[in-house]
């Protein structure tokens, strides 16, 4: 009896306890949306803490992510569940897996799929935690979020997701307008690829210079098929001037065959190396576009 007694002391003794629990009292909760054309963010401040946000960005789907106001998590790992509400009999916590912590103002985002799973909990009644267990003594530090209010805020936070602009800058700052038929004029995919950079480009003033690198295969002479990558990046650039996109703005720039992207072996590979590469860019109001500088290079290429 005397040593189950010690064994069950030693079970009790290991297991780590949980120090501190950051939460917002239950009459004080709020949600908050915020947001614009390239980001919605639903938060919910954290008493003592910080905040708790699902960021979600144009042409993503939402992370969770803290924000804190000191280090009171440390680095390491930490699991994230969502939590069943005391009122919940019968319903136990979900397991969402680990966070990799460090010691920031954003001690960890989460995966898209575990972020899509709290706000499933939240309007279960789940809340959100995060708990992470020190190395040191076994203690641990717990933020929890509360559903309180919850269906309200995530209505206008869906709405505000519903303005959103299909892609983010990370996602348009690069992009590539195919030919697949030997010609110039644009079809109809690349017309929608491009409408959706041009309305990026309304969207976001400070976007303001775009360069464009027109290619061809290698079915003509050097001549011809330099003539053509020039007509395909003019008939971008085109594109672009009817979006209210100013000349000034285009660095326009065309190579010929010189820098296929798969070997001319073939009509496939062909129709591949008939492309306009796009590149958009920042450029300081002090700082001059290169646009004489291509033109030079694109006339001795």
């Not at 979600?56 to 440390?74: C, I, P, V, W, Y």
């Not at 990799?100 to 809340?127: H, T, V, Y």
Request: glycine letters at 8%.
């Amino acid at each position: 009896m005397r040593q189950r007694y010690l064994a069950l002391l030693s079970v009790f003794a290991s297991l780590p306890a949980v120090a501190i629990t950051f939460q917002t009292r239950l009459e004080s909760i709020e949600w908050k949306v915020e947001g614009d054309k390239f980001e919605c963010r639903l938060t919910q401040p954290i008493t003592d803490f910080g905040v708790g946000e699902f960021v979600r960005r144009a042409g993503e789907q939402a992370t969770f992510r803290l924000k804190a106001s000191g280090s009171m998590l440390g680095s390491g790992s930490a699991t994230l569940l969502a939590a069943a509400a005391p009122w919940q009999p019968g319903r136990g916590d979900i397991n969402l897996g680990s966070v990799k912590m460090s010691n920031g103002g954003i001690p960890f985002n989460s995966s898209q799929g575990q972020a899509g799973r709290l706000m499933a909990g939240l309007l279960e009644g789940r809340s959100p935690v995060i708990r992470h267990y020190s190395q040191e003594g076994g203690s641990a530090v717990e933020v929890r979020l509360l559903p309180v209010r919850f269906n309200k805020a995530f209505s206008d936070y869906q709405a505000c997701t519903a303005k959103l602009l299909p892609m983010n800058f990370e996602q348009v700052k690069q992009a590539q307008i195919g030919f697949p038929g030997n010609g110039v004029d644009l079809d109809a995919p690349a017309r929608a690829k491009l409408q959706v950079i041009a309305e990026f480009l309304k969207a976001d003033p400070t976007v303001n210079h775009i360069e464009l690198d027109g290619h061809s295969d290698n079915s003509g002479n050097r001549l011809t098929n330099r003539d053509m990558s020039r007509r395909r990046a003019l008939a971008v650039m085109d594109f672009f001037k009817t979006q209210g996109v100013q000349e000034k703005q285009i660095t326009l720039r065309f190579h010929g065959e010189r820098y296929p992207l798969v070997p001319n072996t073939n009509a496939a590979n062909r129709a591949r190396n008939r492309r306009v590469n796009i590149q958009l860019e920042r450029v300081a109001p002090d700082e001059p576009a290169p646009v004489a500088a291509a033109s030079n290079a694109a006339a001795t290429s």
